[in-house]
């Protein structure tokens, strides 16, 4: 009987599936809009339940096969989403029209996930006091106060790869760069001297891992979220992490009080939620809970902490592959060192052009973010179609096939950083390079990440020359388990010093 009760189960939870996933529906036909052919029933089941492919390879599929379209309609089991393909309309949705898709469309679960309601993905009544309050924090007056921070968590990378080079064995370069921006992001937004590098167990570094972590559990769990919001509202205590709430709350919580009492300032990502929280009349009627103040930290730590790394790894994984583009880089670096007497400045990094272009190159190739999401807060017609949406309709942009394909950029897998020469940025639309987003929601700290990353490579180039060994994922493979574009295995390369006069 019990394991007759058990089929039964699966049964209804198979019939619930199918029925969620055959449910047919004319929304798009109607519209006038194109959409992929229906998925077979198991393929349909399989894709929902599992990540065969990255999601960013996934919609560049469909993007390519209806190449000539300016948009496409697509299903997610019931849930109707519009994927825009030309740079016009996406640029009345993301700047000429940006009030009317203020909103990102995603469902926050705050009572089960508190560092949920973050910068990211609140809706908009909270998002614009908070972003108009926080964006301070990133000036360039700021950032370049913040410079001297920089310089000190790179010059501990630089201790790091002293002792570990002369090993000769293959550098796995995410797990180098993430201690690096972990001990960035602990010093210039929470005013804590981290040095990941000399503490393998640094609760900081634990964290941000956790962030990202594309284990079972966490895979599991998103599942649920994105399948049947309602269930994982039952069931989201007993599979969240309390641990990561309870860290993140109470560093902010405890790191404001003690500088309230002490009557410590540092101007930083800190001072500005202390602010916040003591002037929050100015905030309307929000409530700016311990919680929402930690749902900013923690957002601002994950994003500076995981984007920056891992775009710093893929910079050096193709410099590896095209040692020409890492030959006249290192040129570049080194010209800008002599003039400064081989004091690395704010202004020298700012003018290396060619470091510029490798950096906007590598986040053509590999943006952080495969897909910008915003959702409408009136029915909207698009401009110069008969296509009209309802509110609420949720529109993806597609970042990472728009920035491979090549139309745009010939020979898209190729990396070539001239492709970020002045004049041919003039000859191409805006909208055809998305890696922080644009208009009002972009991403705050691009101009932080822009700063942390090019830093982090100039202290690696100056020093080292960087191969391809035995160890490196040639071709490279995307973990598909994981949202942002990051690869299965690491990027293991090899690590010359070099004693240039």
């Given at each position: 009987?019990?394991?007759?009760?058990?089929?039964?189960?699966?049964?209804?939870?198979?019939?619930?599936?199918?029925?969620?996933?055959?449910?047919?529906?004319?929304?798009?036909?109607?519209?006038?809009?194109?959409?992929?052919?229906?998925?077979?029933?198991?393929?349909?089941?399989?894709?929902?339940?599992?990540?065969?492919?990255?999601?960013?390879?996934?919609?560049?599929?469909m993007y390519d096969e209806f190449h000539d379209e300016l948009m496409i309609g697509i299903f997610l089991g019931k849930t109707p989403f519009l994927m825009l393909k030309d740079p016009d309309l996406i640029k009345d949705v993301l700047i000429k029209d940006f009030n009317q898709f203020a909103d990102r469309g995603i469902r926050l679960h705050e009572k089960v996930d508190p560092l949920s309601a973050h910068l990211f993905s609140l809706e908009p009544k909270r998002w614009r006091p908070l972003r108009k309050n926080l964006s301070p924090a990133f000036t360039s007056g700021k950032l370049k106060d913040m410079f001297y921070l920089i310089l000190k968590s790179s010059d501990n990378?630089?201790?790091?790869?002293?002792?570990?080079?002369?090993?000769?064995?293959?550098?796995?370069?995410?797990?180098?760069?993430?201690?690096?921006?972990?001990?960035?992001?602990?010093?210039?937004?929470?005013?804590?001297?981290?040095?990941?590098?000399?503490?393998?167990?640094?609760?900081?570094?634990?964290?941000?891992?956790?962030?990202?972590?594309?284990?079972?559990?966490?895979?599991?769990?998103?599942?649920?979220?994105?399948?049947?919001?309602?269930?994982?509202?039952?069931?989201?205590?007993?599979?969240?992490?309390?641990?990561?709430?309870?860290?993140?709350?109470?560093?902010?919580?405890?790191?404001?009080?003690?500088?309230?009492?002490?009557?410590?300032?540092?101007?930083?990502?800190?001072?500005?939620?202390?602010?916040?929280?003591?002037?929050?009349?100015?905030?309307?009627?929000?409530?700016?809970?311990?919680?929402?103040?930690?749902?900013?930290?923690?957002?601002?730590?994950?994003?500076?902490?995981?984007?920056?790394?891992?775009?710093?790894?893929?910079?050096?994984?193709?410099?590896?592959?095209?040692?020409?583009?890492?030959?006249?880089?290192?040129?570049?670096?080194?010209?800008?060192?002599?003039?400064?007497?081989?004091?690395?400045?704010?202004?020298?990094?700012?003018?290396?052009?060619?470091?510029?272009?490798?950096?906007?190159?590598?986040?053509?190739?590999?943006?952080?973010?495969?897909?910008?999401?915003?959702?409408?807060?009136?029915?909207?017609?698009?401009?110069?179609?008969?296509?009209?949406?309802?509110?609420?309709?949720?529109?993806?942009?597609?970042?990472?096939?728009?920035?491979?394909?090549?139309?745009?950029?010939?020979?898209?897998?190729?990396?070539?950083?001239?492709?970020?020469?002045?004049?041919?940025?003039?000859?191409?639309?805006?909208?055809?390079?998305?890696?922080?987003?644009?208009?009002?929601?972009?991403?705050?700290?691009?101009?932080?990440?822009?700063?942390?990353?090019?830093?982090?490579?100039?202290?690696?180039?100056?020093?080292?020359?960087?191969?391809?060994?035995?160890?490196?994922?040639?071709?490279?493979?995307?973990?598909?388990?994981?949202?942002?574009?990051?690869?299965?295995?690491?990027?293991?390369?090899?690590?010359?010093?070099?004693?240039?006069?």
């Amino acid at each position: 009987m019990a394991i007759f009760e058990i089929l039964c189960i699966f049964a209804a939870i198979f019939l619930f599936i199918y029925y969620y996933i055959i449910t047919k529906s004319d929304f798009w036909e109607i519209r006038g809009v194109k959409q992929p052919k229906p998925l077979g029933f198991f393929e349909n089941l399989t894709n929902l339940v599992t990540n065969r492919i990255f999601i960013g390879d996934r919609f560049k599929k469909m993007y390519d096969e209806f190449h000539d379209e300016l948009m496409i309609g697509i299903f997610l089991g019931k849930t109707p989403f519009l994927m825009l393909k030309d740079p016009d309309l996406i640029k009345d949705v993301l700047i000429k029209d940006f009030n009317q898709f203020a909103d990102r469309g995603i469902r926050l679960h705050e009572k089960v996930d508190p560092l949920s309601a973050h910068l990211f993905s609140l809706e908009p009544k909270r998002w614009r006091p908070l972003r108009k309050n926080l964006s301070p924090a990133f000036t360039s007056g700021k950032l370049k106060d913040m410079f001297y921070l920089i310089l000190k968590s790179s010059d501990n990378m630089e201790k790091h790869l002293e002792e570990i080079v002369p090993q000769k064995k293959p550098i796995e370069c995410r797990e180098l760069t993430a201690k690096y921006t972990t001990d960035v992001i602990g010093s210039c937004a929470f005013g804590i001297d981290v040095n990941a590098f000399s503490d393998e167990k640094n609760e900081f570094l634990r964290m941000g891992k956790k962030i990202f972590d594309v284990g079972f559990q966490r895979t599991l769990k998103m599942k649920i979220m994105q399948l049947t919001p309602w269930i994982y509202d039952l069931l989201g205590p007993l599979i969240t992490d309390t641990e990561m709430h309870s860290f993140f709350i109470n560093l902010i919580k405890d790191t404001m009080q003690y500088r309230k009492e002490n009557n410590v300032s540092r101007h930083d990502f800190v001072d500005l939620l202390r602010h916040m929280k003591e002037n929050s009349d100015s905030l309307g009627d929000i409530d700016l809970t311990d919680s929402l103040l930690a749902a900013q930290a923690n957002v601002f730590y994950a994003a500076g902490f995981e984007t920056s790394s891992t775009t710093i790894s893929h910079a050096l994984y193709e410099l590896a592959q095209n040692t020409s583009i890492q030959d006249k880089l290192r040129n570049e670096i080194q010209e800008s060192l002599k003039k400064s007497d081989g004091q690395l400045t704010y202004d020298g990094v700012k003018n290396m052009k060619y470091l510029h272009k490798v950096f906007q190159e590598t986040l053509r190739k590999y943006p952080p973010v495969p897909l910008l999401m915003r959702s409408s807060l009136e029915k909207y017609t698009f401009s110069g179609t008969n296509v009209t949406i309802p509110k609420g309709q949720r529109v993806w942009i597609p970042a990472y096939p728009i920035q491979r394909d090549p139309k745009y950029y010939p020979m898209p897998e190729t990396f070539d950083p001239e492709r970020f020469d002045e004049e041919t940025i003039q000859s191409r639309h805006p909208m055809l390079f998305l890696p922080f987003g644009d208009g009002p929601r972009n991403c705050i700290g691009a101009r932080f990440a822009d700063n942390q990353t090019k830093v982090g490579l100039i202290k690696i180039l100056k020093n080292y020359r960087v191969d391809v060994c035995e160890k490196t994922p040639i071709p490279y493979v995307v973990n598909p388990n994981s949202f942002l574009m990051r690869p299965v295995d690491g990027i293991d390369l090899k690590f010359t010093k070099l004693y240039i006069k």
